[in-house]
């Protein structure tokens, strides 16, 4: 077995499985990246203050650039019996540069060297996801240019409640996304401060320049508390939490595609590349993507749990307990970035039944509002109108009628108010086009939220 870097105190080998047990090695690897250009800056920042010598910082920086190289071209294969990938960047280092290569861990330990490899590597990951969600939010809007005047029952307790357009639907998850990005945004900038340098707990004794090796690694500022530094995880627990976030806005984004592909509905079709058969039943077109990432949404949410229950307990500073903190904020990570990887070519080739949108819109009374509306614009109070309509509706039901189809004679037994003009007031098209309040499903309007994402969210993204 590997001579561990920490053996001099003790006089026996570490048992195989506690070797096993304690390693994370296993997915800490996907970190390497940060471990170097971490301890690149790191031996920089020691060189310039003469902590170690410039010409041991040169040699080191060079080495670790070797690695990079190294491992990136497969010359190098990471050692999965190593503790973690601290540990074997630092011994490969050193099988190659001897007792230079030990000089790199001056004014350092694993505790402030992990904080700051993951709050790279989240930082980083998050600028991926931010990417995405953009190109998610594209999809969408183009889908909403195609169907402004595309009419749709909207729905309150699953029931057809009032008439709105698929283009208004689609830009209630825009805005839902666009706030995923705030979130994400707000995470970043709270992690932006680099905890190098705060040593184990306590920081240092050597004349260590934390601010400039922040500027190295693009880190705005550098936290201020080293206890807090080692030990602090909010970045992990709040990327978690966003990430969960933004899955449950993905989850009932499917939730409704796989509503609008059965039968019953018919108000999409997957594109056959995106959609999948049974075994069994020939005539089968699943949705499974959507309902993978319904299903995968439940893994994120599981996340923060671990996440949120493995700190509540910890005191203060680092426990081994944090190690923990990967593979659940890994997993957030690659999961939401698969899941909007592949929702958006599914959107963006999904076909759109607009007749069946506008036939489920005729059913079900959604105009009933605007009937009640037109009594009122009539000069009756709003309360009485609800009432008469109420009763049209029961009529029309009686009859096999609808709010349209009913004669003017009916109407009129009921009311007197009633015109003709009814017609036209509770005609679908009318009933969304005079929707014209700022959040509305009037064409207008939408597209003057499209053109406000354009011109903020979207306008620096190419066509
Ligand atoms: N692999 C450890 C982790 O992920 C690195 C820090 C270990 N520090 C220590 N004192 N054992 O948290």
Redesign the pocket.
């Known amino acids: 077995m590997n001579e561990k870097m920490w053996q001099g105190r003790f006089q026996k080998e570490l048992d195989s499985r506690v070797n096993d047990f304690n390693s994370?090695i296993s997915f800490?690897c996907r970190m390497y990246k940060e471990d170097i250009l971490g301890s690149i800056a790191h031996a920089t920042m020691l060189g310039k203050q003469n902590i170690i010598s410039l010409e041991d910082s040169k040699l080191i920086v060079n080495e670790l650039n070797n690695i990079m190289n190294d491992l990136e071209n497969g010359n190098l294969q990471i050692d999965m019996q190593a503790?973690?990938?601290?540990m074997f960047i630092e011994a490969e280092l050193t099988k190659r540069l001897g007792v230079v290569g030990k000089r790199l861990h001056t004014a350092r330990?694993?505790?402030d060297?992990?904080a700051v490899d993951?709050k790279m590597y989240v930082k980083n990951q998050i600028n991926e996801i931010k990417a995405l969600l953009l190109d998610l939010i594209k999809t969408l809007i183009d889908l909403a240019e195609n169907n402004l005047d595309t009419v749709m029952p909207g729905y309150t307790h699953m029931q057809r409640a009032q008439p709105i357009t698929f283009a208004h639907h689609l830009m209630a998850y825009v805005e839902m996304f666009k706030r995923d990005l705030s979130r994400f945004n707000n995470a970043y900038e709270l992690m932006d401060s680099m905890p190098l340098g705060s040593g184990?707990l306590a920081t240092t004794t050597y004349n260590i320049d934390r601010e400039y090796t922040a500027s190295l690694l693009g880190f705005s500022n550098v936290t201020l508390n080293s206890l807090d530094g080692v030990s602090d995880r909010d970045f992990c627990m709040e990327t978690a939490s966003d990430i969960a976030i933004a899955m449950v806005h993905l989850s009932r984004l499917s939730e409704e595609i796989i509503l609008w592909c059965s039968w019953e509905f018919k108000f999409v079709e997957l594109d056959d590349a995106y959609a999948t058969g049974s075994s069994i039943m020939p005539q089968k077109k699943n949705p499974d993507i959507t309902e993978l990432v319904r299903g995968k949404t439940a893994r994120t949410i599981g996340n923060l749990n671990t996440l949120l229950v493995m700190m509540k307990g910890l005191p203060l500073a680092?426990n081994?307990d944090?190690?923990e903190?990967?593979q659940a904020i890994f997993d957030s990570i690659d999961t939401i970035k698969i899941c909007i990887s592949t929702m958006i070519p599914m959107l963006a080739t999904m076909k759109v039944n607009k007749q069946n949108m506008l036939n489920a819109g005729q059913k079900g009374f959604i105009n009933a509002t605007d009937c009640a509306d037109y009594l009122v614009k009539k000069g009756l109070a709003f309360r009485d109108a609800y009432k008469i309509t109420g009763s049209l509706v029961a009529k029309c039901i009686e009859l096999n009628e609808t709010l349209d189809s009913l004669p003017i004679e009916e109407y009129k037994k009921i009311s007197e108010v009633f015109d003709v003009d009814v017609y036209n007031a509770i005609s679908l098209n009318t009933c969304v086009k005079e929707r014209k309040v700022i959040g509305g499903p009037s064409p207008e309007v939408v597209k003057k939220h499209i053109q406000i994402i354009k011109d903020t969210l979207l306008k620096d993204k190419k066509e």
């Open positions: 994370s800490d503790e973690d990938i601290h330990s694993r505790n060297q992990v993951t184990a680092y081994k944090m190690q903190d990967k």
